[in-house]
């Protein structure tokens, strides 16, 4: 059973940064991709940014946090890492990693981890 454990969430101001990890228990040489998705009350739980793992990992990041978060992968700890930058009330959200494996079509998600943004 693969375990996702997330850390990092917490309460910072509006311009501030977090940086979340997300420690996996797989396997390395068996994920595929990982990353990270948000959820914030009311909304649907939207791709906030991941990784393509192959020969040379492609990452993609939803446009809202383009060029303030920087989604990046820890190989020696299997952890994926989101650095977010210069933060907005409205990156407020319980974010949640998620895991790809190669051996199987489910996705595996970590329990979530609450981020707020407020003066």
């Known amino acids: 059973q693969v375990q996702l454990v997330e850390s990092g969430g917490g309460l910072v101001q509006p311009g501030g940064s977090l940086r979340l990890s997300c420690a996996a228990s797989s396997s390395i040489v068996s994920v595929s991709a990982m990353g990270w998705y948000r959820q914030a009350p009311g909304k649907q739980r939207e791709l906030v940014a991941g990784?393509?793992?192959?020969?040379?990992?492609?990452?993609n990041y939803a446009d809202s946090v383009k060029g303030r978060f920087t989604i990046s992968r820890d190989n020696a700890k299997n952890t994926v890492i989101l650095q977010m930058n210069s933060l907005k009330p409205e990156d407020t959200a319980v974010y949640y990693c998620y895991e790809d494996l190669t051996s199987t079509t489910r996705r595996y998600w970590g329990q979530g981890t609450q981020v707020t943004v407020s003066s």
């Open positions: 990784i393509v793992i192959g020969r040379g990992d492609r990452t």
